[in-house]
């Protein structure tokens, strides 16, 4: 086996998926606690109550007790390198949380025992299904009141469409919460209390062991009459079944607690997905368009190096405009100071100031293996999406762009300052969480967004860092399709007779800007050969 196979191997990349509140922030915190040494990048994420802010963006953020930006988090446990990517939990920007979870191999579903299934984690869970990305889930705040854990997972299993398996069980709740009994192992994990602490609490090996009626009394034979109905009644646990993203094993216990984690954290390290070969599509000539040529898959045991852009963050710093580029390595070794290819360019960059974000004991690493994450510092010169090579003219597929949902027209305070807004917004919207479209029919600048909070962001953004003062009009659009044809003809026909609703995007892409649903109803229908699409593939 080579180093690199060996490395793969041991690589575990992840998201976590929830609706706000569930608990995501605590989790993520006693999921480190349990790495040890923890390295936190891309911003200092805290608390609600103590976030520290680095700029008057940030400083919003912090107002508003959301976050806005990613974090990458790596850690080792046991025998692995686990890689954990942040996605912002406020809905605004779910564009970038869809992104994230393009980039990593597997995804955890965090749900609030006592809400079940929430709208947002609903929406998350139809990206994770485009790629059939495994999901394993942890039911939270069993120290709580809930609801009855048989009746949470019927309601995975027909809100969201996924089997069931149960991996723990919840031994009562709230006031009566006692534990976890881990079905595949037939053990009892006692519940010591709270505590910010790893903490123990008592083992009791099988389910009809003495001391477990000596240690929780009538509960003991609740238990198992309970687990009886439970064998009988739910899925039982599939890796394979797992890893095809058709059922998902499903732990029970409280994140604030730190109690039944670990069972969590083992059986993830155990069976999720190490980096995966991935899609990709390869130029036939040396200047043909990659996007338009043969399939390949990437297998990340090759040698060479290959990655891609899933999300860029501007630079805290509000005096150095440079940015990040978060990509994922795909395959082969990236190293310091190496030179790696950007195909859309073609054009060679030496890295020699990357992030990489390793666990702490690894400090001193200057590599980066398939399912982590790099940060390439850049002055706007990569997209997301972007794929880099070691030479390979090579475009990785299926990253998506969503249609946004709220359009605004972007109006100048000032007209002298035309040139730096016209810049600043074409900066701010490579970045990805907003799309700007230019109709083809005048001058407008009409941003899109999938959240109203993000047209408060680039507003304030362009006037603390381009020093524009914006300000955002309603405007008379209600829905945007990316739109595409096999017949040029017909395209051109359609172009000619919808011109007025008509935009380019900030890659020149053509899109139909609609002023209500029905709108667009009737041109899809009046347009059959036309395609109408909601995502539009980077
Ligand atoms: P999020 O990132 O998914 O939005 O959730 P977060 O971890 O911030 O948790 C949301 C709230 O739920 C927090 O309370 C947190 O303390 C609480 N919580 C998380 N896990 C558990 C649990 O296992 N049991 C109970 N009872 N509560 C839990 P908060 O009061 O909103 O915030 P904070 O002031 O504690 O930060």
């Given at each position: 086996?080579?180093?690199?196979?060996?490395e793969?191997?041991r690589r575990?990349?992840?998201?976590?998926?929830?609706h706000?509140d569930?608990?995501k922030?605590?989790l993520?915190?006693?999921?480190?606690?349990y790495?040890?040494?923890i390295?936190l990048?891309g911003t200092?994420?805290g608390?609600k109550s103590d976030?520290?802010?680095?700029?008057?963006?940030?400083?919003?953020?912090?107002?508003r007790?959301?976050?806005?930006?990613?974090?990458?988090m790596?850690f080792?446990?046991?025998e692995r390198i686990?890689?954990?990517l942040?996605t912002?939990?406020?809905?605004d920007?779910s564009?970038?949380t869809y992104?994230t979870?393009?980039?990593v191999d597997?995804?955890?579903?965090?749900?609030d025992?006592?809400k079940?299934?929430?709208?947002?984690?609903k929406?998350?869970?139809e990206v994770c299904?485009?790629r059939?990305?495994?999901?394993?889930?942890?039911?939270?705040?069993?120290?709580?009141?809930g609801r009855?854990?048989?009746?949470l997972m019927d309601?995975?299993?027909e809100?969201?469409g996924?089997?069931?398996?149960?991996?723990?069980?919840?031994?009562g709740m709230?006031?009566r919460f006692?534990g976890?009994f881990h079905?595949?192992?037939d053990r009892?994990?006692?519940?010591?209390?709270?505590?910010?602490?790893?903490?123990?609490g008592e083992?009791?090996?099988?389910?009809?062991?003495p001391r477990?009626?000596?240690?929780?009394?009538?509960?003991?034979?609740?238990?198992?009459?309970?687990i009886?109905?439970v064998?009988?009644a739910?899925?039982?646990?599939?890796?394979?079944?797992y890893?095809?993203?058709e059922?998902?094993?499903?732990?029970?216990?409280?994140?604030?607690?730190?109690?039944?984690?670990e069972e969590l954290?083992?059986?993830?390290?155990?069976?999720?997905p190490?980096?995966l070969p991935r899609?990709?599509?390869?130029?036939?000539?040396?200047?043909?368009?990659p996007a338009?040529g043969?399939?390949?898959t990437?297998?990340?045991?090759?040698?060479?190096?290959?990655g891609?852009v899933f999300?860029?963050?501007?630079?805290?710093?509000p005096?150095h405009?440079?940015?990040?580029?978060?990509?994922r390595?795909c395959?082969?070794?990236?190293r310091?100071?190496?030179?790696?290819?950007?195909?859309r360019?073609?054009?060679?960059?030496?890295?020699s100031?990357?992030l990489?974000f390793?666990?702490?004991?690894?400090e001193?690493?200057e590599?980066a293996?398939?399912?982590?994450i790099?940060?390439l510092p850049?002055h706007?010169?990569?997209?997301?999406?972007?794929t880099?090579s070691e030479?390979?003219?090579l475009?990785?597929?299926?990253i998506?762009?969503?249609?946004p949902?709220?359009f605004?027209?972007?109006v100048?305070?000032?007209?002298?300052?035309?040139?730096?807004l016209n810049?600043?917004?074409e900066?701010?919207?490579?970045?990805?969480a907003?799309q700007l479209?230019r109709?083809?029919?005048n001058?407008d600048l009409?941003l899109?967004?999938?959240?109203?909070?993000?047209f408060?962001v680039v507003a304030a953004?362009l006037?603390?860092?381009?020093?524009?003062?914006?300000?955002f009009?309603p405007?008379n659009?209600s829905?945007a399709r990316?739109?595409?044809?096999?017949?040029p003809?017909?395209?051109?026909r359609f172009e000619?007779?919808?011109e007025?609703h008509?935009?380019?995007?900030?890659?020149?892409?053509?899109?139909y800007?609609?002023?209500?649903?029905?709108?667009?109803?009737?041109?899809?229908e009046?347009w059959?050969?036309?395609?109408f699409?909601?995502?539009?593939e980077?």
């Open positions: 086996m080579t180093e690199i196979a060996r793969v191997e575990r990349s992840f998201a976590i998926i929830s706000p569930a608990g922030t605590t993520t915190e006693k999921l480190l606690l790495g040890g040494a390295q990048a200092v994420k608390r976030r520290h802010a680095t700029s008057d963006w940030m400083a919003m953020e912090q107002e007790g959301i976050s806005v930006t990613s974090t990458v790596q080792p446990y046991r686990v890689n954990l942040d912002p939990g406020h809905g920007f564009e970038d992104r979870l393009t980039a597997s995804a955890l579903m965090v749900i025992a006592a079940g299934v929430e709208e947002r984690t929406k998350l869970m299904r485009l059939a990305t495994p999901i394993m889930t942890f039911m939270n705040k069993l120290d709580r009141e009855d854990p048989v009746e309601e995975v299993e809100v969201l996924i089997q069931c398996a149960p991996v723990t069980w919840p031994i709230g006031q006692r976890v079905l595949l192992q009892v994990h006692l519940f010591p209390g709270g505590g910010e602490r790893v903490t123990e083992v009791i090996e099988g389910l009809d062991n477990l009626d000596e240690a929780i009394g009538d509960q003991a034979a609740e238990l198992r009459e309970e009886e109905l064998a009988a739910s899925h039982e646990f599939d890796a394979e079944a890893r095809r993203g059922l998902t094993p499903v732990f029970f216990g409280s994140a604030i607690n730190n109690f039944g984690v954290l083992d059986e993830f390290v155990a069976h999720a190490p980096p899609p990709a599509t390869v130029a036939s000539g040396k200047d043909a368009d338009e043969e399939a390949r990437v297998d990340p045991a090759e040698e060479k190096l290959t891609f999300k860029i963050q501007a630079n805290m710093d005096n405009r440079d940015r990040i580029a978060f990509m390595v395959s082969g070794v990236f310091k100071g190496m030179k790696v290819h950007q195909v360019t073609g054009k060679d960059q030496r890295v100031n990357p990489v390793l666990a702490k004991d690894r001193g690493a590599e293996y398939p399912g982590d790099v940060g850049n706007g010169t990569i997209r997301i999406g972007d880099f030479g390979e003219k475009k990785f597929t299926g998506p762009n969503f249609a949902e709220l605004r027209r972007v100048l305070k000032d007209p002298m300052k035309n040139k730096a810049k600043g917004l900066q701010l919207t490579e970045e990805g907003t479209f109709p083809l029919v001058n009409i899109g967004a999938v959240g109203q909070l993000q408060d953004r006037k603390d860092e381009y020093g524009v003062d914006a300000r009009e405007v659009v829905t990316w739109v595409e044809s096999s017949d003809r017909e395209l051109e000619k007779r919808v007025e008509l935009a380019r995007d900030g890659g020149g892409d053509l899109a800007l609609a002023p209500t649903k029905i709108n667009l109803d009737l041109a899809m009046r059959p050969d036309i395609d699409r909601a995502t539009r980077h």
